[in-house]
Each structure stands twice: as C-alpha cells, then as structure tokens.
C-alpha cells in the first residue's frame, strides 16, 4: 500500500526538513494554520506532537508546549476533529508524536483506525520500545498502513541497529546524541564518528537526525550524513513572540534553509 | 499461580520496559547481569556485610503490648524505622549501590519523595565515595526541610523539580531525563518497585530482607513462621513489597496494602492509585495509573511525601488483581491520629508513611487469636514539623 513518507525519500535524497511542534500551542486551534504554513514554506515533512502529562523524553521546551497545550484543552480527540479535513489541502506526509499511555486510552485500534481516517502516515512513540511494538503493536499499525518510526543513538550497539532496520518502515530516527529534547546543538567530534559508522552500514531504511539541529549551520552539518535532519524545540521557540504565525514560520524556515 | 516477575519482565499483566531508546543500554545491561551479581558470593557477602553492621539489622519484631490491648488483638511491629537513616530504604540503596559499582558506574541519581531515599542514597554515595544528585519536587524540598539538608551535609546535590505539582513524580521525570541525558556514567537508583524491569523485582529483592526476618523473628518468638496477615503502607509499594515478599506463595497469610487517601478518595486531592486508577503506563512500566480519561497523569496529594505518587510498582498492580493482597486506604486525618495513638501507648512517632498502616487497624476485623504484623516503615523525624503544626505541642 502506498504510503506519503516511501513517496518523499523515493522523490528526494537530500536535504529533506522535517518539523515537529505540539499541538494547540501557542493556541489550541493553531493546528491546521501551523500545518499549512509550514507546507507554504517548503517543509517536506510535519511531526505534530500530542501533549502529554509527564514527557520524560523531552527538554524544557517541549514541555512547556506540552504543558500549555493541555492547559488550553488538546486532546487526542480534539486534535482528530481538528486534522478532519487535512487532506483537502496537504499533500506532505503528517506524523502524530507522543507518548503511548494516551494512545493507549484511546485504544489502540481506535486510534489507528482514526489516524488512517485523517490521513497520518506514521507514528513516533518514544516510550514504545522494540520489543513490545513487534509483539504488540506492529500489526495493528500495520492495517492501517502506518509507519512505526524508531530512534536510534550513540548507543546503540550494531546489532540493535540491524534490528531496529529491519522492524522500520519509513525511516529511522537519529538521535544525535544521548538526551533530551532541546540539548545544546553541536555538531561533536564523537557525533560525527557515529553519524558515519551509520552511514557505512547502508541501512535499507533512509535517515533523519534529530537532536540538537535549530538552524542552516546544524542543518546544513546533520544533512551530510543522512536524508535529512528534524527541528523540534527550536521550531517551537520560534512560535513565541508577538508577529503573526504566517511571519514567525515562513522567518524560521527561510533562516534554517536559506540562512537568511 | 507465581506472584513473581517472570522472564520478559511482567508479573500478570503488570511491568515491562516502556523506555526510550536513549534508555535501552542501560536498562538492557542491568536486565541481563543484575540476577547474576546479586547472586554472587562476593556481593552477597558484601550485602550481608554492610546490612548486619552499617544499617544494624536484623531490625527487631516488636510486640506491641499496649497496642494489642488496645485493639484486642496481637500486634507486631517489624521495625525498619530503627534502621541506619531511619527507614527501610536504605536495604535497597546498599543493594544497589553495591550493584553500581559491579557496573562500573561513578555516578548516582535518584529521586525522592518524602527525602528518606534520598538519604538513604546521599548515605550510600559517601560510604562509597560515588558522586550523588537526589532529584527532589520543589514542593517536597519546602516540606521536607531536614532530609534535604542531611542530604547536602552528605554531600549531595539536591536539585529541586519544578515541575507539575512539584512533588515525587516530577522528582521521577527529572531522574529519567537525567539518565537519558547521561547513558554512560551514571546509575539511577530507583527507590521503590516501579519504573522498567528489572527495578521492581530488583528493589523486591533488596527489601525482602524484611519478610525473610519476620518468619524467623516469628518463629522465635511464638514458635511459628506465619502470621495472620501483614500491613504495610504502599505509595510505590517497597516496604510492603519487602514485607509480602516471603509470604507471597503462604495462601494462608492475609496481605493487607494501604493507600493514601489523602483528603478522601471521593475527593481531588487523593493518593489511592488502585482504587482510583486504572490501567495505563507511566514511568516505564504497565500498572495502575491514576489519570484524566484523555490518558494524562492526575497530580496526586497525600499529606505524606512519600506516598503522594499518582502510580504503584506493578507486583502490586498484580497482587490487587489477582486479589492475592488486599488493599485499603487511610485519609490523612486518620493517619494523624494512627500517629499519635502509638506514639502515646508504644513510645513510638513513626513516618507519616507508616502511620497509614496503622491506621488499617480500625478497617479490618481483628480477632483476638490474631497474629497481625505491622510493617513500621520509617520513623517520623522528618515529619515533626507537620505534627507539631497538627496536634500544637
């Protein structure tokens, strides 16, 4: 079955952004504007985050986003009724992040079956480990042809890699370097050695980094060694302040891709 | 039927490893060598080393005479609040201390909710001379003035979490992130039996040490293992883990866990994870969560620090379904007074954390020839200022 994110690294091999934000935030209805500007800009690929209680996946940033937006009264639900229509006007891929107890409450196949409604390709779940996605959950998302998308790290040992390739369908996401989200970007000399220890093992499943990338110089660095590189609290950051979404997203994209 | 974990890491339905990659090595290393250290003749002997002559075990079982008369009843207490730092946490931290160091590991973590593991670790730390961050919620380092400066005169860092309600579970989410922001160096020593596996049957078996003391203190003192039933506090569940641990497969023995209840459980400000949770996973593992029906984490209140946790370790999750371990509650107001009773019949102040058991007493039909066994989990230093403000001596 096709799916938008095998289209994307089939019709691009480089320099390919993908963006992650929390949904309602700064506003709860933000949603589809922040979605369809970042398409207006040229981003290849939307991560939209469903905000959770206790992120402990996640920096300062994120979990503050997170923190407003539940405030503001984001739901799962919520963001489905939002996304209802999406398809009308996005053709990128669009992938839901976030962590599983939600999911789980929702129910699983419920959720699946909703994602597929609206038109999401794949899934981040930071806290669904490995083991329990090929026991557990690998064929419901299968059904409802979505991606599973896993993380790998410096950490991960060579043969966890082959694994995680080979349970991968979309691509697999490079964690820059052993953190939380929103750490201090760099570029290291230990990152690089494990960016390219990655790159020689010709992996079938294409990159993305993530980690620590917030503007053209990290971009530009990450995109070396993989398909592409993904902006989270960076992009969030950029939501504060008083101009116009419009101008804060199309301003945020411009200055990572064109560096002005 | 076995109460324990089995191989992948789940008791029933309960457990499992819902970690982040970033976690994976580690947790992935101590899955595959903790059985096998703690097994081995030179921990083992360390263990029983450091747990005979540092933290003065064997703890005594007490027989609460006065108590006894008071409820028509025989009462034990197991006392872990004579324990080197004043509560049963440090079984598990001396345990696991001794674990990081196998691991080759030269810096700790931890979190703490009412400070007594924090302590307890700051205690470990300096005997061990590892460095030692204890992750405290803002609210917890207010309440709990004592235990943070023990902690920094030990020569740890406290680092105060600032977010949610500023209490335990926050303390958690900071350790973790911690952890994943440090993969190589460092040892999270988790206070009670939540988070991945291997930690709840790890954390079980450091504090098993209490149940195995029970039967024999019991033989000795009555000419039989088994008591009638065992109470003991549960916010995580660790004292009570320790406490059932030996008795778990003893059908006969009545196992009696006690929530905090807070302001009351038709209430907001409640701590009873099991009767107002449902399944879910929070902090790595698959147990009973207290949460909004969108899946979010309700901020839990307990009049006690230690057991203001919106979750519970997952043998406990299991021993409820199973119903092989009952579960009650006790309101902070009945706690208060719990607290006070012993302490004017038996000498004793104990934690708030363990007035809960106490307070179980007047729930539960006690018969005369019954041979109840309180587990008395810590002792109430730290907590004098809020029975001060209570009762005002």
Known sequence: MKNRIN??????????????????????????????????????????????????????????????????????EKLFDQLIGI???????????????????????????KCAEVGIDGLILPDLPLNEYQENYREVFARYNL??????????????????????????????????????????????????????????????????????ETFDNACQYAEGAIIGSAFVKALDGNESLDVKISNFVNQVVKGV | MSYQVNRKGYYGEFGGAYIPEMMHPNIEELQEKYMEIINSYNFKQDFINLLKHYVGRPSPLYYARRMSERYQSHIFLKREDLNHTGSHKINNTIGQILLAKSLGKTRIIAETGAGQHGVATAT???????????????????RQAPNVKKMRMLGAEVIAAESGNKTLKDATNEAMRDWINNPVDTHYIIGSVVGPHPYPDMVARFQSVISEEIKWQLDEQLGRELP??????????????????HFLDDESVE?????????????????????LGKPGVLHSSRSFVMQTKDGQIIEPYSISAGLDYPGIGPMHANLFATKRAKYLWATDDEVLEAALELTQLEGIIPALESAHALAALKKIDLKPEDVNVINLSGRG?????????????
């Open chain 1, 87 to 113: 398809r009308e006007t996005v053709s990128i891929p669009l992938i839901l992040m976030g962590y599983l107890n939600p999911v789980i409450q929702y129910g699983l196949e419920a959720f699946c079956r």
């Open chain 2, 124 to 142: 470990v730390c300096a005997l061990m001379d590892m460095k030692c961050i204890v992750y405290m919620g803002a609210l917890d380092v207010q």
């Open chain 2, 228 to 245: 009638t039933r065992i109470l003991a506090c549960v916010g995580g569940g660790s004292n009570a883990a320790g406490a059932f641990y």
């Open chain 2, 255 to 275: 196992l009696i866990g006690i929530e905090a209840a807070g302001k009351g459980v038709d209430t907001d400000e409640s701590a009873a994870t099991l009767t």
């Open chain 2, 381 to 393: 230093d730290k907590d004098m200022e809020t029975y001060l403000n209570h009762f005002g001596y």
């Open chain 1, 7 to 76: 289209q994307l690294f089939l019709d691009k091999k480089e320099n390919i952004l993908s963006v992650y934000f929390t949904a309602g935030y700064p506003q709860l209805d933000d949603t589809v504007s922040i979605i369809e500007k970042l398409v207006a800009s040229g981003v290849d690929l939307i991560e939209i985050g469903m905000p959770f209680s206790d992120p402990v996946a996640d920096g300062p940033v994120i979990q503050n986003s997170s923190l407003v937006s539940l405030r503001n009264g984001m739901s799962i």
């Open chain 1, 147 to 216: 991606h599973n998308i896993l993380l790998i790290t410096p950490q991960t040992s060579d043969k966890r890699l082959k694994e995680i390739d080979e349970a991968s369908s979309g691509f697999i996401y490079m964690v820059s370097s052993s953190s939380t989200t929103g750490a201090k970007s760099s570029v290291a000399d230990f990152q690089k050695d494990y960016f390219e220890r990655v790159k020689a093992m010709e992996l079938t499943n294409p990159r993305l980094i993530g980690f620590g990338i917030s503007n053209k």
